[in-house]
């Protein structure tokens, strides 16, 4: 079956401006969990949906939010965008609370 | 009590050795503890996992032990090899959310 899928790989973005960025998750899957990659700090979690709800939200500004839809799948939105925002996103989904996270490839986001 | 401290950040060793990795977390609820290696330029992937009623777990090269109590867990990596190289992340569960610590850069030496 079709792994996590994100779109789009790369993106380039200008400051101020927003994105969104899109994350399907594997067939069956029914949650959703957005991270944040960058060099030296691992990755940060910024939150996790499940059927169509919102379980937690990591220490990100109010300028990152997110959705999933009734199709479990899932959108993550950056408003107001700053060159600290540069990292890659990445997407893992699972079937339910006791199974581990796959991982889509990630958005490269770079703001200049 | 939510982050999970990860040690040692960066691990040499030579082609045939064994690497550890340890992790503390915090959070007694947390009941799921995956590791995912990731090479360069790749997605994250799950390579071992144990849940909180197992002491310990194995598969092939790789182990991890979790130590409950001491609120910390270990991932053992046997016979080292090139390919083992990558950055190793550990990270705790709990019903809301899962927190990974920083990594560990695994540089295996032929």
């Known amino acids: 079956k079709a792994g996590v899928t994100q779109t789009p790989r790369y993106l380039i973005k200008t400051r101020g401006q927003q994105v969104t960025l899109s994350c399907s998750p594997i067939s069956g899957h029914r949650s959703v969990s957005w991270y944040q990659q960058t060099p030296g700090q691992g990755l940060q979690f910024l939150f996790e949906?499940?059927?169509?709800?919102?379980?937690n939200k990591g220490n990100f500004p109010g300028r990152f939010s997110g959705r999933q839809f009734s199709n479990s799948r899932s959108e993550m939105n950056v408003s107001t965008l700053e060159l600290g925002d540069s990292a890659l996103y990445l997407c893992?989904?699972?079937?339910?609370?006791?199974?581990?996270?796959?991982f889509g490839s990630g958005t490269r986001l770079t703001v200049v | 009590g939510e982050n999970v401290e990860q040690h040692p950040s960066t691990l040499s060793v030579q082609e045939g050795d064994s690497a550890v990795i340890k992790c503390t977390y915090s959070d007694s609820a947390s009941n799921y503890f995956p590791w995912y290696k990731q090479e360069l330029g790749k997605r994250p992937q799950l390579i071992i996992d144990i849940r909180s009623n197992v002491g310990e777990k194995k598969d092939q090269r790789i182990a991890v032990t979790l130590n409950k109590t001491a609120k910390h867990f270990s991932l053992h990596i046997t016979e080292t090899q090139p390919e083992d190289s990558a950055v190793y992340f550990c990270?705790?569960?709990?019903?809301?959310?899962?927190?990974f610590g920083a990594g560990t850069r695994l540089t295996v030496k032929p």
């Open positions: 949906y499940f059927s169509e709800t919102q379980r």
């Open positions: 990270a705790r569960r709990n019903n809301n959310d899962m927190r």
């Open positions: 893992a989904s699972r079937w339910d609370t006791n199974y581990g996270y796959t």
